[in-house]
């Protein structure tokens, strides 16, 4: 029978073997990224209620005391609306352009049957 170690062949159980690590890699990878994406959508979720019950409470303090200027608590309010727009159109950042192949090196000129 033939050495499969001497001629570089590999039989499926071996290559099962050497793929099953990368799986379980791929795998807690992406549970990794499971987790981090329930915890974003959490953080998100939070920081609309909290928008939300603010805008609520500005504008009953507001509707009470017509004469209290609100402008500087409304300036400080203000970041958490452009928070949760950017929380909701989060994307990953596509990765940058590969660089381009280095030039091949010139090729020698020919010599002759002597050798030069």
């Known amino acids: 029978m033939f050495d499969h170690d001497r001629h570089g062949f590999v039989n499926y159980e ?3 073997e050497r793929l099953e690590p990368i799986e379980r890699q791929l795998m807690s990878t992406q549970a990794d990224v499971d987790a981090v994406t329930a915890l974003v959508a ?7 209620t ?5 805008q ?3 504008d009953a303090l507001a509707a009470a005391n017509p ?6 608590l409304q300036a400080a309010v203000a970041p958490l609306d452009a928070a949760v727009v950017a929380l909701e159109t989060l994307a990953p950042t596509p990765p940058a352009p590969a660089p ?3 030039p091949a090196p010139p090729v020698p000129p020919a ?3 002597t050798g030069g």
């Open 100 to 102: 381009a192949p280095a």
């Open 56 to 58: 609520t409470q500005i």
């Open 14 to 16: 071996q290559l099962k």
């Open 67 to 72: 004469a209290v200027s609100l402008t500087a």
């Open 111 to 113: 010599q002759g049957p």
């Open 50 to 54: 909290a928008q939300a019950d603010l």
């Open 42 to 48: 959490q953080v998100a979720t939070d920081l609309a």
